[in-house]
Structures are given as C-alpha cells and as structure tokens.
C-alpha cells in the first residue's frame, strides 16, 4: 500500500506517483509493504528534525525505515517549504522537486545511504534512474 498524505501540487497525480512507487519497488525485485509520503509543513518537519535527528534546524526530507527483509514499508516526511525553496533554488516545477524528493526517500527505502561523497553521488545516479520512470510512465498516461 503506497499513500500520499497532503498532496499540495495540482499538477502532481497521486495514481501516479503510487504507480511509479509501486513499480519502483516490483524493479528491485521486492514486496511492496506500507510506504507513507506525508508532505509537511515547516513547524512538523523542524519538530521532526529535533525529536529524531536532534537538531535544530530544517530539512527537505527524512526518511523512516521499518522494512521487513524483502518487504519495503517506511514513511517518506517531505518539508513542503523546503521543497519550494529547492524549486526556486535549483529552477525546478515544485512537482519536480516532488518527484526527486520521493525518489530520494524511496531510494533510502531500498537501503542506499547519502553520508559520504560517494554514497551522493550514487543516490543522485539513483534519485535521476526514478525520475526518468517516472516521466516514461507520465508519457505512456497521456
């Protein structure tokens, strides 16, 4: 079961996005359990950032994980300030910035980490791979 909590972006289709999640998964030949993308506001992701990462400050995504051997479940918490910011930062549609973002989370669900530079630079080869499904599966639904 894939939800999406507090979808802001018009533009952005939930069947979709749970579509391409759901394919994402099926590709990394695992089990689809329950995965969680809430879209949050400033105050929840900086009270988010304090309780679990115990620091002060904002972040554009957290991930938590609680798969299950080969069975993905977690929930994906995304700053909706901070996903505009990084539209606006970067010249992206907030609902590119969207799809990077749960890209990014779903990637840290299937076990790829982002601590070092070289871990970076693999997810971000990663966060691309799942943007182009996502444009690819958007085209064929046209």
Do not use: P
Request: with cysteine.
């Amino acid at each position: 079961m894939i939800e999406i909590i507090n979808n802001k972006f018009r533009n952005l289709d939930t069947n979709l996005i749970k579509t391409w999640v759901k394919e994402i998964i099926s590709d990394h030949n695992k089990l689809e359990g329950k995965v969680f993308i809430n879209f949050v506001n400033k105050k929840k992701m900086s009270e988010l950032n304090l309780e679990f990462l115990n620091h002060d400050s904002i972040t554009d995504i957290i991930t938590f994980d609680n798969c299950k051997k080969n069975e993905i479940s977690g929930e994906i918490f995304i700053s909706d300030y901070m996903l505009r910011e990084n539209a606006s930062k970067y010249n992206q549609t907030a609902e590119n910035e969207a799809i990077r973002l749960i890209s990014h989370g779903v990637a840290h669900l299937l076990g790829h980490n982002d601590k070092t530079k070289k871990e970076k630079k693999k997810m971000t080869q990663i966060e691309n791979k799942f943007i182009n499904m996502f444009h690819v599966k958007q085209t064929q639904n046209v």
